[in-house]
T-cell receptor
Framework: DAGVTQSPTHLIKTRGQQVTLRCSPK?????VSWYQQALGQGPQFIFQ???????QRGNFPDRFSGHQFPNYSSELNVNALLLGDSALYLC????????????FGPGTRLTVT | QQQVKQSPQSLIVQKGGISIINCAYE??????FPWYQQFPGKGPALLIA?????SEKKEGRFTISFNKSAKQFSLHIMDSQPGDSATYFC????????????FGAGTILRVKS
C-alpha cells in the first residue's frame, strides 16, 4: 500500500517564475491538504481539497493556487515566486469524513534564487 | 486563538531516559491532538494522537497526557533511544475547520548513547 507520494523531490526556481508541485494521496484517501514548512519551523496550512473543490484556505496569498483531480491527486501552483517561498512543501492526505488522521508525503524542497 | 505553543525548543536526554515535550493551546474548540515525528529531509510521520474525551493514551513507549482544563497536552517517550532523535511537532485540529492542522514550532530531541 503506497503512502503519500510527491514530485519532484527538489526544485530550484528563479524569482518571478511559476512552479507546479504534485501529490498522490494514500490509497483510499480522498482529501488532500498542502502545507508549507520553512526551515526550523512547523508546517503552515495552505489549503485543502475535497471533491475537487478548495474547502479550507490558510493565510496565503492568491499566488498560491491548487487543483484536485478526479483520482484525488492534487497540484499546488505558486506564481511570481519570491525568495521567501523557499521551503519544504508537504502534502497530507486523509479519508474525509471518516477519520482525523492525516498522513504526510516526503515533501518537495523548493529553492527560489 | 489558533496558536499551539510547544516547549522546550530542544531537549537532550540520555539513552534509557524519559523525554517529555509539552504543548499548550488556546482554542477550546480543538478536538484532535496528534504528535508527529520528523527526521531530516523527510515528511512528518504520525506518531500518536488523542481526543479530548480521554486523559491519557499509550502506544508502546509513547504516551500522550491530556489536561483539558489546563488546555495542555504532552508527549512522554519512555526508554528513549538514539533512534528517537528527531524533531517532534504537536498539533491540533477541529473537524469544523476541515481538520486543518495547527502545528507547534517543534522540539529537537537528541538522545545520547
Amino acid at each position: 500500500d503506497a503512502g503519500v507520494t510527491q514530485s519532484p523531490t527538489h526544485l530550484i526556481k528563479t524569482r518571478g517564475q511559476q512552479v507546479t508541485l504534485r501529490c498522490s494521496p494514500k490509497s483510499g484517501h480522498d482529501t488532500v491538504s498542502w502545507y508549507q514548512q520553512a526551515l526550523g519551523q512547523g508546517p503552515q496550512f495552505i489549503f485543502q481539497y475535497y471533491e475537487e473543490e478548495e474547502r479550507q484556505r490558510g493565510n496565503f496569498p492568491d499566488r498560491f493556487s491548487g487543483h484536485q483531480f478526479p483520482n484525488y491527486s492534487s497540484e499546488l501552483n505558486v506564481n511570481a515566486l519570491l525568495l521567501g517561498d523557499s521551503a519544504l512543501y508537504l502534502c497530507a492526505s486523509m479519508k474525509g469524513g471518516a477519520s482525523y488522521e492525516q498522513y504526510f508525503g516526503p515533501g518537495t524542497r523548493l529553492t527560489v534564487t | 486563538q489558533q496558536q499551539v505553543k510547544q516547549s522546550p525548543q530542544s531537549l537532550i536526554v540520555q539513552k534509557g531516559g524519559i523525554s517529555i515535550i509539552n504543548c499548550a493551546y488556546e482554542n477550546t474548540a480543538f478536538d484532535y491532538f496528534p504528535w508527529y515525528q520528523q527526521f531530516p529531509g523527510k515528511g512528518p510521520a504520525l506518531l500518536i494522537a488523542i481526543r479530548p474525551d480521554v486523559s491519557e493514551k499509550k502506544e508502546g513507549r509513547f504516551t500522550i497526557s491530556f489536561n483539558k482544563s489546563a488546555k495542555q497536552f504532552s508527549l512522554h517517550i519512555m526508554d528513549s533511544q538514539p533512534g528517537d532523535s528527531a524533531t517532534y511537532f504537536c498539533a491540533a485540529s477541529k473537524e469544523e475547520y476541515g481538520n486543518k492542522l495547527v502545528f507547534g514550532a517543534g522540539t529537537i530531541l537528541r538522545v545520547k548513547s
